[in-house]
């Protein structure tokens, strides 16, 4: 219906204000965009799926807001059923189809299928059981889920409840909850997807003495649900477990055995094998392949983090920019325009130094996928030395960098007042979703721990052995820490009116060194309780993390493939990184000896001027990232900058509330006016 | 429908669990109760109110995450108009009301009409437009909201957008909406429900030489919707903005004005009279009225802070008093049940310094209170001199409460794990909700500019006339300063073994004063930029905020009313909030002589005992905040710890999503199976 406001402009216009500040910088986003995804032809596969999506009415996404959480789940089915269609359609091959489901932005009730469910297939099948059951996976004949974690279990997998016994007269193992916390709980795409699913269950076998011994849990794969009617087979109880902060289209499950009977095959038998007549247990090969795939998963994670932390600083970077808000107090002229938000330093000092972890994020992203393939290749030599290093370095970095884009998006939510708060910040589902991810895959706080103990175990061999020369980056900077200490002269971050990149990696160094060290002072020399420890440890993991992001960012620089311009802009990023980090933890640096009390009391004013240096580079920095306006889905954060007109078009045109006329008379039972529904219509939904 | 898990129990007894945490502490959860609620008879009317609302199936909360987001402002209008009937029903006062407002924590569709609506009215109409409208607003025969934001313009409301010109031939206002970004945004009741709203529009008055001159923002009572359609006015759009983080069920809306005429009486005019035939502009009466309504609207701020963190507390200290998770790796028996996580420091860090924090909170609400009703009798009085006090106060402690706690929901929400995802943690809506307050009532970034220009102001004064004696406390506090600098003995927090709470309050004063003291000679004698300083600024007002959470806890103690078990208690509570700021920010402690590096560097090991004693009270503590099961509305928390019946009854019995069977086969459009819907019925949803 048109009315007067089809004819208003914004005060301001966002596009030309964004086009001056694209005009000002020298940067090219193009080159930044080939720098950044210089991969697997990412942004020509961007480009080509998103062509595809777009014109699919499926996958608009502007009524996903409105949406009961029973029809989110309805539409991700609908969604996730349709990609595959559209790999048959289209010819996608699997990263077009992931580019999908990026771009799609929600968690698909297939997702648990073609990853923990096949990769587990894939891994721990033995050749019979991958020649069975692998053309299923493939073929989508069958759903999988992976049924791990229970209601009163997650982290602690040798705690699991669920009980696998086996029977050796019927050669059938019985699967059985036998409380209420042994409920399968949290599995992805189990509520109301799955048909089968992989059941990690502690193996109890028979002993001579009539008894029965756990050998750990193990995984079983095992039909859930009846082929024709979708409804559980007999002896399971399985269903979704209801709503959650984010993951809306996702069914995540529980599940609960009442002695289902499973035949002997149903033992993922790769590792783990039971002798059919004795049920003798053999286990066969090495874990490490386990732990490099898990390692995998978290060199993801980073590259995931550093995406979404983009994604939230690309929408608050272009409207802070729009955004006008009070003149200057100290101008002379208290006519002229209100000062862009952007142009705040209690803005910038939000927004430029997470732009800066974005990039952070990447190299390091970079140097561990680098790391997995080097790792993987010594794997399949036999080679298994640098699992460890890998392990707890990914720990660690799982541990920070997804803190970091946790808070990060909120922090860019708040920059922006009011409208942050509204559902054209186009935060509202990533924030929902992603603050899952301090939790899953491993703890932030717990996970700490992997890293610390490994870098105690490193500085106790160096203790032991000043002399031993390794090929261990950590163990050759704890050896250079044991030679130096005593005689450490703390890093002087300025030489002359320079920023020293060198000095500033030294500091990062020497601290996470000098903390490591009494770390295994505390518990190796004076033997203190390791869970007294726990703060501790959980710092020096972020210290550590800290100084491999600082040391990758700098390494990338060295020199820079970028030209000189965004060279000169990605020099500055890394210092404002790292200064930033320091200045937020200077006690540390201080007490650590690693940076002089001079450099640390000028920091605040380097870095006001660092982020005068990035400001003009803003919103072409993040143009770098080239996130589609599809996956913002953003009025704030459009590439176009007109944000006041489609705030406004999603309130006035694409609002459902405003198609219904209520009845506000307190005295009246009536809601929807002249509906005589008394009320009636929402109760019943209680 | 029965089935085998009916007889399931978990495998450890929340109920009995938390009965031993409650005999294991001498604290009386009811003296505690009384100490915190003793004024307005809080208890007995939380009692009461509940009483009627647990029994009506409207109030009912189970369904709430599952509802769409139309149906959740249906939903809250029908609870709306069904508390105004309890009110005439159960005779209930504006306290009463207020209570059960609290107890369905949710934002009513009516709020804006017994909050803004009504106290602009009572405060800025004429005593003849009050005559008129007062009736009409007390009986709820017109639902008003309060028009006041704009889509281009929040925290500056000099540069609002839409005009009231006055036309003194008709003798009418002419209110217009010219741009896209004058349209009144984010206004609540006002979307659907309000028939009329308060609208704030730049006053146009004209001159003798034809044009028109703007007197600033000023209100207009304008009817908005038609009597019995309850359809917009012509002249008017207005609707619903939209989805937003929280707020689901308050209809926040835009209202845009096609040269609406209103008459000369739309103007309130107490304060602002245009004469109806020149035209001519008078003002009348003293600001300091309205100041003080805002200081009392954030002195219940902080109270409300207090209550929502006491409320995430109580949730996370109960279930990680029950979750079980790993042994102890240094335990000689591995063997034994799993530590309760709130046994790990690594939880109690985040939990027991924000259960300090409640309690600091809760006594500066109070002294808030107290200054807010000393300020509002002397302003009776004529005395308007402590109103400049009582304003940057508030706006600091805004700022630094709202922080607390918005943060400190996640944080309790972190550290439950995966469970603290799920819908059963009970913080998904107030956590949605919480996250607009940091913006809203001055966004908690800009805000803090106007305590650091006061303290800057005081500091000024005192320098200027170090021997002049004041009542006002913080000057008081930088004449001591300036009469100590150059002697400064920093102050020692252990005093032997024991902690010296008098020497933590003065190195709270002593880092307050001397960061004022820098950034008075920043500003004044070095005439630095203001927005060179912003930051440091926003860092000050948290630093002198902190300073009047550790003054009034500390006085608190002075002595506690508690019987000994409680006072000791609290008096670790004091000194873990306190200790717990000073070591996240021991840096600025040290480089302003406030303590001494040795008390410094023994910060982390006496939190650690602090928390040590804290503990076995823990679930006592949270106990005394009395907050209703109702209101947590969570499994997590429950009073009575059936976590994980509550989860599984939560997911396998209330979960409309597993009503439905679904086909999940790839190659099918049909969603729901066996309906043959292919796919539509979502499809018309989008």
Known sequence: MPDFTDNLKPKDDGSAILKAERDRSPISTEELSRHLFSKNGFLERQQRVLRVLEKEPLFQKK????????????????????????????????????????????????????????????????????????????????????????????????????EARYDPNSKEFILHSPTLTSSKWWNGSMGRTATHAIVMAQLLLPQPNGSYKSFGPQPFIVQIREKVTHEPVDGVVVGDIGPKYGYTSMDNGFMLFDKLRVPHTALLSRYAKVDPETGAFRKEGHPGVVYGSLTNVRANIVMHARLVLARAVTIAIRYTSIRRQFRDRDAADQSGPEMAVLDYPTVQIRLLPLLATAFALHYTGEAMHNLYNNTRNAIEEGNFDSIAELHSTSSGLKSLCTTYA?????????????????????????????????????????????????????????VSNPKTKSADATEALFRRYLAER????????????????????????????????????????????????????HRLSNVYSQMILVNNFYAALQPSPLSAHAASVMESLFQLYALYTMDTDARTFSTTLSATPSSLDVLPDIILDLMIKIRPHAVKLVDGWAIPDYVLDSALGRYDGRVYEDLFDRAHRQNPLNRTTFNVDWQSEEIVLGSGDAGKNILAKL
């Open 63 to 162: 009524q996903q807001l409105n949406l009961a959480r029973p029809d989110r789940y309805h539409l991700g089915l609908a969604r996730a059923k349709a990609l595959r269609r559209f790999v048959v359609r289209e010819g996608w091959d699997v990263e077009d189809y992931r580019m999908a489901e990026y771009l799609t932005d929600e968690m698909s009730p297939y997702h648990l299928h073609f990853s923990m469910f096949a990769t587990t297939i894939k891994e721990q099948a033995s050749p019979e059981q991958k020649a069975y059951w692998w053309p299923k996976v493939e073929s989508f004949e069958i759903i999988g889920a992976y049924a791990q974690t229970e209601l009163g279990h997650g982290s602690n997998v040798r705690g699991l409840e669920c």
């Open 406 to 462: 946790a808070d990060g998006i909120e922090t860019c939510r708040r920059s922006m007042g009011g409208h942050g708060f509204g559902g054209g910040s186009g935060l509202i589902g990533i924030n929902n979703d992603y603050l899952s991810k301090p939790t899953v895959e491993g703890d932030n706080w717990m996970i700490t721990q992997q890293v610390a103990a490994y870098l105690i175990k490193i500085m106790t061999d160096a």
């Open 486 to 537: 005593g005689r450490r002269r703390p890093a002087e971050v300025l030489r002359g009116p320079q920023i020293d990149n060198g000095a500033i990696v030294d500091a990062f160094q020497w601290r996470a060194a000098e903390m490591s060290f009494r770390l295994y002072d505390a518990r190796i020399v004076q033997k203190k309780k390791w869970n007294s420890l726990l703060i501790q440890l």
